[in-house]
């Protein structure tokens, strides 16, 4: 990758970028995004992204999921809705209106019913991303609306037959040419996670920290993308944008307790001071 492609994402970036907010807005203004996430064996990662979305200013959020999962994060999440089992109604071509952008795969682990579920959401008119249980080796077929990935370098292994020791000291390349080839936004994550574009740009975020070493982190971020996805019109900023709130508030809270002590549902506690002190 041509180095004058790339740049360092920095506050100001973000400060310049993150959209206001109208005094006239409803909820309708701010998209209803789509979640299908959480097992009964995971359901908190269906929470965490759910929390992550929420708190980044989604209009409405819908979860896609089990009953079960439903019932146990609905008491610390009750501004969500449920569509019970969309992983399986959506695998067989059903979806529910109005949904402005789509995130799958945090906490899923049915491999078939996914791969099923993708092919249905690629056809519709909407911006995806793709996380976790979702990210396979596959073939894409172009689409006209933006495609995210959030894979850490063990998916990414997963998904290029390529070994975690080639990914790591390679990251800016191989995400970047995994990038154009796919025509996707790639977020390969871990310190210094790399956000490469299909048209050869990049950025590089520097926010977040070990804290985020942890069972939860990623699904967290999956959720802020979705409502970035919902609620902003420049994508390429958007996810630089929520990759680097995401590590913001990581850094935040390393300020006040051991990095040990946090638990990743704490992440989004602090986000609206973060964004309070950017812009
Ligand atoms: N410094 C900075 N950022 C870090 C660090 C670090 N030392 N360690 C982790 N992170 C960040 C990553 O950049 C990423 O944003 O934390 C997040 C970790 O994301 P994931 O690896 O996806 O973690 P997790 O939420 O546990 O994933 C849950 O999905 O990806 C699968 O196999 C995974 O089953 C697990 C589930
Ligand atoms: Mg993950």
Redesign the pocket.
């Given at each position: 990758p041509h180095a004058s492609k790339w740049k360092l994402w920095d506050r100001t970036d973000v400060a310049t970028t993150l959209s206001d907010r109208s005094t006239f807005s409803h909820k309708g203004s701010f998209g209803t995004g789509l979640l299908l996430a959480g097992s009964d064996e995971?359901p908190g990662?269906a929470l965490?992204a759910g929390l992550g979305a929420m708190r980044t200013g989604i209009g409405k959020l819908v979860i896609g999921t089990s009953n079960f999962v439903a019932s146990i994060i609905s008491t610390r999440l009750p501004e969500a809705t449920y569509w019970f089992d969309g992983l399986q109604k959506c695998a067989k071509g059903q979806l529910i209106q109005g949904v402005r952008a789509a995130a799958i795969?945090?906490?899923l682990?049915a491999p078939y019913l996914v791969e099923e579920a993708i092919n249905c959401l690629w056809e519709r008119d909407i911006p995806l991303l793709l996380?976790?249980?979702a990210?396979m080796e596959r073939n894409y077929t172009p689409r006209e609306k933006p495609v995210v990935i959030?894979?850490?370098p063990?998916?990414f292994s997963r998904m290029t037959g390529k070994s975690i020791e080639e990914i790591q000291s390679n990251r800016i390349q191989l995400a970047s040419e995994y990038a154009i080839n796919n025509q996707m936004i790639v977020?390969l994550?871990?310190?210094?996670?790399v956000i490469a574009y299909p048209d050869g740009t990049g950025v590089i975020?520097t926010?977040?920290?070990?804290?985020?070493?942890?069972?939860?982190?990623?699904?967290?971020?999956?959720g802020m993308l979705l409502a970035l996805l919902c609620t902003e019109t420049d994508i390429k900023s958007a996810v630089a944008n929520g990759?680097y709130l995401?590590?913001a508030c990581?850094d935040e809270i390393v300020k006040r307790k051991d990095a040990r002590a946090v638990s990743?549902s704490e992440l989004t506690d602090v986000l609206g001071s973060v964004i309070q002190k950017l812009t």
């Open positions: 995971m990662s965490l795969g945090p906490g682990n996380d976790a249980g990210l959030t894979p850490h063990g998916e977020v994550k871990g310190t210094y996670t975020n926010t977040g920290n070990h804290c985020l070493a942890k069972g939860g982190s990623g699904d967290t971020l999956t990759v995401h590590g990581a990743i």
